[in-house]
């Protein structure tokens, strides 16, 4: 039993290129660059941001929506 193959067509040897990156993925892409060693900064800052969120909602009444919301979580 013999069995024949049938070729492929040929392509161009023009490959087409590849879009160019949109604004918003460069951005992504340089923040992710500029802040790659500075996870725990980040965490950090996280942390005292919502610590004076939580402070102002708690012992001042004047941290919004967010502020009450924490004010009801940690009553």
Same mark, same amino acid.
């Given at each position: 039993?013999?069995?024949?193959?049938?070729?492929?067509?040929?392509?161009?040897?023009?490959?087409?290129?590849?879009?160019?990156?949109?604004?918003?993925?460069?951005?992504?892409? %340089?923040?992710?660059?500029?802040?790659?060693?500075?996870?725990?900064?980040?965490? %950090?800052?996280?942390?005292?941001?919502?610590?004076?969120?939580?402070?102002?909602?708690i012992y001042a009444d004047a941290a919004g929506p967010a502020?009450?919301?924490?004010?009801?979580?940690?009553?």
């Open positions: 039993m013999a069995t024949t193959q049938r070729s492929r067509p040929r392509l161009s040897g023009k490959k087409k290129k590849a879009p160019p990156p949109s604004f918003g993925d460069r951005l992504v892409r %340089g923040i992710g660059h500029v802040l790659s060693g500075h996870a725990r900064d980040l965490g %950090g800052l996280l942390c005292v941001a919502v610590g004076i969120v939580a402070g102002m909602g502020g009450r919301a924490l004010d009801t979580g940690f009553g």
